[in-house]
């Protein structure tokens, strides 16, 4: 038969209680007054810090332990899921680091790679500017030149239209109109002539 903590503490109120009362009818109390009545006494109190004590434990075992231990059980538990909480956030943080450096890394490289590509431009940019400005030059320097020879030609055209203008009137003065028109004529194409291989 299996006795509970409720059973066992009843019983040891029965004993406590009748236990005087059996020692008295077996002749163990005649008294404090008689021969043997001093060791009976302290046999009869002896039994009784026994029997106090039996029930202190057994109210200590039986109200305070389980308190104790599921107390010390709930603190263990709470003990347990912080260490697991803190093992669990040390491994995010230790992620969190690694992901931050692989980050970081992969940062810098798109930051060379950038910088790269932008002095490659840079340079092309540079080197297609400075082909287009001279390419720009030289235009300019041949459509000046090319105008310059325009005006150059025309310069000397005037100026042999000028010349046969005046060697006709020099020559009308000095002949002073004794020529025909067809000499006119003969005479200032002779002169463009010569003003055309002067000019050469």
């Given at each position: 038969?299996?006795?509970?903590?409720?059973?066992?503490?009843?019983?040891?109120?029965?004993?406590?209680?009748?236990a005087?009362?059996?020692?008295a009818?077996?002749?163990?109390?005649?008294?404090?007054?008689?021969?043997?009545?001093v060791?009976?006494?302290?046999?009869?109190?002896?039994?009784?810090?026994?029997?106090?004590?039996?029930?202190?434990?057994?109210?200590?075992?039986?109200?305070?332990?389980?308190v104790?231990?599921?107390?010390?059980?709930?603190?263990?538990?709470r003990?347990?899921?912080a260490l697991?909480?803190?093992?669990k956030?040390?491994?995010?943080?230790?992620?969190?680091?690694?992901?931050?450096?692989?980050?970081?890394?992969?940062?810098?490289?798109?930051?060379?790679?950038?910088?790269?590509?932008?002095?490659?431009?840079?340079?092309?940019?540079?080197?297609?500017?400075?082909?287009?400005?001279?390419?720009a030059a030289?235009?300019?320097?041949?459509?000046?030149?090319k105008?310059?020879?325009q005006?150059t030609r025309?310069?000397?055209?005037?100026?042999?239209?000028?010349?046969?203008?005046?060697?006709?009137l020099?020559?009308?003065?000095?002949?002073q109109?004794?020529?025909?028109?067809?000499?006119?004529?003969?005479?200032a194409?002779?002169?463009?002539?010569?003003?055309?291989?002067?000019?050469?």
């Amino acid at each position: 038969m299996r006795f509970n903590a409720k059973t066992l503490l009843t019983l040891f109120m029965v004993c406590a209680t009748f236990a005087p009362m059996l020692l008295a009818a077996e002749g163990h109390g005649e008294g404090p007054q008689s021969e043997d009545g001093v060791l009976t006494y302290m046999g009869n109190l002896m039994f009784w810090e026994y029997v106090t004590f039996g029930l202190i434990l057994l109210i200590v075992g039986w109200k305070v332990l389980p308190v104790m231990l599921k107390q010390l059980g709930e603190r263990q538990d709470r003990i347990q899921d912080a260490l697991d909480k803190a093992d669990k956030v040390r491994s995010e943080a230790e992620v969190l680091l690694r992901k931050h450096e692989e980050m970081m890394r992969n940062a810098h490289a798109d930051a060379k790679k950038i910088t790269d590509e932008a002095t490659a431009a840079a340079r092309e940019a540079a080197g297609r500017i400075s082909a287009e400005a001279e390419q720009a030059a030289k235009e300019t320097r041949e459509r000046a030149q090319k105008e310059v020879e325009q005006l150059t030609r025309k310069a000397q055209a005037e100026l042999r239209e000028q010349a046969v203008e005046l060697a006709l009137l020099a020559s009308s003065r000095v002949l002073q109109k004794s020529l025909q028109d067809e000499d006119h004529r003969k005479l200032a194409q002779e002169a463009i002539s010569a003003a055309g291989t002067m000019n050469n």
